[in-house]
């Protein structure tokens, strides 16, 4: 499964981007898929996960109420609404897709390439 992130970019404190994660050929489905993002000097850090049908979704502390994360199996995408953005969001951030329900990294099936958001403050 081939992923690619898209929708990174600037943004002031405060403000918002959406991402979207695609894939072509093979679906998503049948896959649960995670946000993970990783700040210049940091380890990656889990953002959100969402199961394979959406009926369930996790967030990390960090930004809960602030971010969404949903998907559309039919067309073989899933977003990360980012409201609300704060400097400290500044990274890298990356889908994934896993067979799992666990959202470490050591248990994702694939990655998709990443894409930059910068937030200024």
């Known amino acids: 499964v081939q992923l690619q992130a898209c929708g990174g970019g600037r943004a002031q404190a405060g403000g918002l981007l959406r991402l979207s994660c695609a894939t072509s050929?093979?679906?998503?489905?049948?896959?649960?898929m995670v946000w993970f993002r990783q700040a210049l000097g940091t380890e990656s850090e889990f953002v959100a996960a969402?199961?394979?049908?959406?009926?369930?979704?996790v967030y990390a502390d960090s930004v809960k109420g602030r971010f969404t994360i949903s998907r559309d199996n039919a067309k073989n995408t899933v977003y990360l609404q980012m409201n609300s953005l704060k400097p400290e969001g500044t990274a890298v951030y990356y889908c994934?897709?896993?067979?799992?329900?666990?959202?470490?990294?050591?248990?994702?099936?694939?990655w998709g390439r990443g894409t930059l958001v910068t937030v200024s403050s």
């Open positions: 994934a897709a896993t067979y799992g329900n666990t959202w470490s990294r050591e248990y994702i099936n694939y």
């Open positions: 050929g093979r679906s998503l489905s049948a896959y649960n």
């Open positions: 969402i199961t394979w049908s959406g009926d369930s979704t």
